[in-house]
């Protein structure tokens, strides 16, 4: 993911940075400083993301996904 790279997977997963920080259980703060790209996204992060996007494409539910586990 570039710099800002988790803005188009949170868009298409309609997703708020405020959604993405309670189910990655991180401070807001945090994904702020990604959004910014003030710190990079780390790589189990974009992994994540990468996943939540491909499981949204074929009609899951990602946060159901991580509830899961």
Do not use: C
Request: glycine share 10%.
């Amino acid at each position: 993911m570039r710099q800002n790279g988790i803005e188009p997977a949170l868009k298409e997963l309609g997703w708020t940075g405020k959604r993405l920080a309670d189910v990655l259980e991180v401070h807001q703060n945090r994904v702020s400083e990604w959004r910014t790209g003030r710190r990079p996204v780390p790589g189990p992060v974009k992994a994540y993301l990468k996943l939540a996007v491909s499981v949204k494409r074929f009609g899951g539910s990602a946060f159901m996904m991580l509830e899961e586990l």
